[in-house]
Antibody, heavy 119, light 113 residues
Framework: EVQLVESGGGLVQPGGSLRLSCAAS????????MTWVRQAPGKGPEWVAN????????YYVDSVKGRFTISRDNAKSSFFLQMNSLRADDTAIYYC????????????WGQGTLVSVSS | DIVMTQSPDSLAVSLGERATINCKSS????????????LAWYQQKPGQPPKLLIY???IRESGVPDRFSGSGSGTDFTLTISSLQAEDVAVYFC?????????FGQGTTVEIK
């Protein structure tokens, strides 16, 4: 059974940093494209970042470029989102997700971890 | 970026009746080289992550009831629930994965009339 479990969320002051982790199991991790998606309270989902199977390609939504870094550790079946210079509008539930096929739609999602940016 | 616009924002349908949700992309998401539309539909219920229903515009994800269907090509797409059930009350989102900047529609809330 595919499982994705996020951790690392919490309350942080503006300008601070957090590192989110997603632990994956139930599939061959290094065969799949992985994604972070966030959802602000009462809003729709927003794609944040992607990483390809071997970690050599990464993509970001414009609003986080230069502040967030996605990475993965295939030996540990985990991937990460390092978030720096956090702003109030980064407040959201952050989900990790696994693509169904290639750089494609997200067929499996974690339950999410809440990131709150507030002074 | 490709902007995804859904209509309507909400709709109320009687149990057993058809629900239709539209999604329009600001540019085509049909890839000429493989003739696939890079368009997915998700369902989200309160307190849960989105659930993939449809991908490649019309391919139903494993385990999704066949009352859900997707259609369309290029820039105009439709999600149809052929016979609305109580458990289908949710928010539905379209999403394009055509380029490296993925985007979602704003969502359509489906309720029971």
């Amino acid at each position: 059974e595919v499982q994705l479990v996020e951790s690392g969320g919490g309350l942080v002051q503006p300008g601070g940093s957090l590192r989110l982790s997603c632990a994956a199991s139930g599939f061959i991790f290094n065969n799949f494209y992985m994604t972070w998606v966030r959802q602000a309270p009462g809003k729709g989902p927003e794609w944040v970042a992607n990483i390809n199977e071997d970690g050599t390609e990464t993509y970001y939504v414009d609003s986080v470029k230069g502040r967030f870094t996605i990475s993965r550790d295939n030996a540990k079946s985990s991937f990460f989102l390092q978030m720096n210079s956090l702003r109030a509008d980064d407040t959201a539930i952050y989900y990790c997700a696994k693509s169904v096929i290639g750089a494609g739609p997200m067929g499996y999602w974690g339950q999410g971890t809440l990131v709150s940016v507030s002074s | 970026d490709i902007v995804m616009t859904q209509s309507p924002d909400s709709l109320a349908v009687s149990l057993g009746e058809r629900a239709t949700i539209n999604c329009k992309s600001s540019q085509s998401v049909l890839y000429d080289s493989d003739n696939n539309n890079y368009l997915a539909w998700y369902q989200q219920k309160p307190g849960q992550p989105p659930k993939l229903l449809i991908y490649w515009a019309s391919i139903r994800e494993s385990g999704v009831p066949d009352r859900f269907s997707g259609s369309g090509s290029g820039t105009d797409f439709t999600l149809t629930i052929s016979s609305l059930q109580a458990e289908d009350v949710a928010v539905y989102f379209c999403q394009q994965y055509f380029n490296t900047q993925w985007t979602f529609g704003q969502g359509t809330t489906v309720e029971i009339k």
